[in-house]
């Protein structure tokens, strides 16, 4: 019996890093039934693309991703992962490594993204993505700490 997107997304595993996971390799792969399976079927789910407007709702995610689906596979890695996590979300800021297809040959963008999990009945469910503009050099990572409180 084939899996629905919810059944496949339950099968993935008991954690938000399970989905992330799940999510990641839908990109690489073009299929929007196992991307949309990681995504949680609420109505105030969101999704911003790099420099795009704020898309709301599980219908509009799915219609970007389809659109960007149509020139292809999304190449990308996740890497430089940091998380907060409770016991009903968790929060992971991804540096995205995305390779770019040129005239001159492969080429690499950098993305800064933020993943939002939530906890569901039905597991563990991205409820936001929201992408930064890419650069074409690597981000430098700032871990001093800060003295000054905002």
């Given at each position: 019996m084939p899996k629905t997107p919810l059944r496949a997304a339950a099968a993935i595993g008991g954690t938000a890093d399970d989905v992330e996971a799940a999510f990641y390799e839908a990109l690489q792969r073009g299929d929007i039934d196992a991307l949309m399976?990681?995504?949680?079927?609420?109505?105030?789910?969101?999704?911003?693309?790099?420099?795009?407007?704020?898309?709301?709702?599980?219908?509009?995610?799915?219609?970007?991703?389809?659109?960007?689906?149509?020139?292809?596979?999304?190449?990308?890695?996740?890497?430089?992962?940091?998380?907060?996590?409770?016991?009903?979300?968790?929060?992971?800021?991804?540096?995205?490594?995305?390779?770019?297809?040129?005239?001159?040959?492969?080429?690499?963008?950098?993305?800064?993204?933020?993943n939002v999990y939530h906890k569901t009945a039905q597991g563990w469910r991205l409820v936001a993505h929201h992408a930064s503009p890419g650069s074409a050099r690597e981000p430098d990572e700032d871990d001093t700490a800060r003295q000054t409180l905002h």
């Amino acid at each position: 019996m084939p899996k629905t997107p919810l059944r496949a997304a339950a099968a993935i595993g008991g954690t938000a890093d399970d989905v992330e996971a799940a999510f990641y390799e839908a990109l690489q792969r073009g299929d929007i039934d196992a991307l949309m399976g990681c995504w949680s079927d609420d109505d105030e789910v969101f999704c911003v693309h790099p420099g795009g407007p704020r898309l709301v709702g599980p219908v509009a995610i799915r219609a970007a991703f389809e659109q960007m689906f149509g020139h292809g596979a999304i190449h990308v890695r996740p890497a430089r992962v940091r998380k907060v996590e409770s016991l009903a979300s968790a929060v992971h800021n991804v540096l995205e490594r995305i390779e770019v297809i040129t005239a001159e040959g492969p080429q690499h963008a950098f993305v800064l993204a933020t993943n939002v999990y939530h906890k569901t009945a039905q597991g563990w469910r991205l409820v936001a993505h929201h992408a930064s503009p890419g650069s074409a050099r690597e981000p430098d990572e700032d871990d001093t700490a800060r003295q000054t409180l905002h």
